[in-house]
């Protein structure tokens, strides 16, 4: 294995040592245990690729002898996460031990998220490896659920996020929709052609793309789709199938509805739609629906399944977790454009994934606000202004034992940003907390900007 230039890839850089190579492939190889010293090498390897802004190396195998290219791995930070080593599918794939790839040892680790302490649960991350959004042969639907899964484990199943979920998740993430910066306020989301250019260009075999089997257009029928996947190189591994995302005007009798000028399309997955999220009831559109599309034993093509997510509105379609939090997301677009008109400029990001906390002991634990705001501080000539986080947190009315366990999370987050609740609830009080809320967050944001404190009604009067 060697590390190679990233823009003269034909320029060998160095050749790992047997150890570092032995490291690297007990690390990201499936099943394989990690020794002692191994997440030191692996570390310094990731250095040497990426530098925190941007990929230097590549490291190459040399397990294809003979072979004109040998597979590639490339390095990536995501969010606040640390570095990590992707496959890049197309230069062909391993032949050694790296041929069934994991991105992290702990993956592996199947810890119970219940009887975890809180915020040291196994932490929800983004689909590494784009190969993984198709099902392997014969694994089918098996793999959607959680192993063991019946239906009175409901209650208890709706609290992780399910396979479908996880890969819609990375895909809103790594298109934008959860990332929303004060200036697209007033303007329609252009994500889908951001969506369609990064499909296309993330490699799931020398010869496939994703934008190949990702499609947006709920109309094309699934005998349709499935013609044209089966035309294409395909990975041996893989079960032939697309997938299909969009954006739902409403959900109702087990069908996701678009509405479009040729009447209504429906997308009716065989095995059913299953909700993220705490509420199931789905009458609150739009939502956001991310269907497999395959082929029956007859071979007909189909929409297999569907996961579904509530989406803020069509022009800013921002993922949600429940009905409760659009309410506190129209109060946090109004509070960005107030605090804009002062010259703050507020991003908001509805966290998909768990966010890394440190320990003062250096260990890790795990959050995932509802909302984050960032913005920097006002201040005329400084070229060093302060990035400042406030996270939201929605309290609706849940269950008192999901209550209780979110409110000890909430220690946690106020070590990631100035935690700042708002309770939502069906009675006659909401416009009331509503208008507390607005304040408190404008009031909050223009002071950790160092905006001066506007005058109140009385006293510009005077
Ligand atoms: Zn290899």
């Not at 990536?76 to 599918?89: A, K």
């Not at 006002?378 to 947190?393: F, K, N, P, Y």
């Not at 304040?439 to 404190?453: D, E, M, S, T």
Request: with cysteine; glycine share 8%; charged share 30%.
């Amino acid at each position: 294995m060697r590390l190679i230039d990233r823009d003269r890839p034909d320029r060998i850089e160095r050749s790992l040592t047997p150890e570092e190579a032995a490291a690297v492939r007990r690390f990201c190889s499936e099943g394989q245990g990690v020794q002692p010293g191994d997440v030191g090498l692996v570390t310094a390897v990731l250095e040497a690729m990426h530098d925190g802004r941007h990929v230097r190396r590549w490291l190459e195998c040399d397990c294809r002898p003979g072979s004109q290219s040998q597979p590639r791995l490339t390095a990536r930070v995501r969010d606040e996460g640390p570095r990590h080593f992707v496959r890049m599918h197309q230069y062909g794939e391993h032949r050694c031990t790296l041929a069934s790839f994991r991105q992290d040892p702990e993956e592996e680790v199947d810890a119970d998220d219940e009887l975890s302490a809180p915020g040291k649960h196994h932490p929800l991350k983004p689909v590494g490896d784009a190969l993984d959004y198709l099902d392997d042969i014969h694994e089918g639907v098996a793999r959607s659920g959680s192993p063991g899964e019946s239906p009175g484990d409901r209650v208890e199943s709706e609290k992780r996020l399910p396979r479908l979920g996880r890969i819609m998740h990375t895909l809103l993430e790594d298109a934008g929709f959860a990332t929303v910066p004060v200036d697209s306020l007033k303007v329609k989301t252009r994500s889908w052609e951001r969506l369609d250019a990064w499909a296309h260009d993330e490699a799931m075999s020398p010869e496939l793309t994703l934008g190949q089997i990702l499609y947006f257009k709920p109309w094309i029928s699934p005998a349709g789709k499935m013609a044209a996947i089966d035309s294409l190189p395909w990975p041996g591994t893989k079960a032939r199938s697309a997938l299909l995302l969009f954006v739902a005007d409403e959900v109702r009798e087990g069908a996701a509805v678009k509405h479009t000028a040729m009447g209504e399309r429906m997308v009716r997955p065989v095995k059913g739609i299953r909700a993220g999220g705490r509420d199931q009831g789905l009458k609150q559109p739009p939502y956001w629906i991310l269907a497999v599309v395959d082929r029956d034993r007859d071979g007909n093509g189909r929409f297999r399944e569907a996961f579904v997510q509530h989406a803020y509105s069509a022009a800013h379609p921002v993922p949600l977790d429940s009905r409760y939090e659009r309410v506190t997301l129209e109060s946090l677009f109004a509070v960005m454009e107030w605090v804009r008109k002062r010259g703050v400029n507020v991003t908001l990001c509805k966290p998909l994934f768990d966010r890394e906390v440190l320990e003062p002991d250096g260990s890790s634990v795990w959050c995932r606000p509802d909302f984050e705001l960032t913005f920097r501080t006002v201040a005329v000539g400084d070229t060093t202004a302060r990035l400042h986080r406030i996270v939201v947190e929605t309290m609706g009315a849940d269950a008192p034992e999901y209550l209780e366990r979110k409110s000890r999370t909430h220690a946690i987050m106020k070590r990631w940003g100035v935690l700042i609740e708002l309770r939502v609830a069906n009675d006659d009080g909401q416009a009331e907390r509503n208008d507390a809320f607005f304040r408190r967050v404008g009031a909050k944001i223009l002071h950790l900007a160092g905006v001066p404190r506007p005058p109140t009604d009385r006293e510009a009067h005077q």
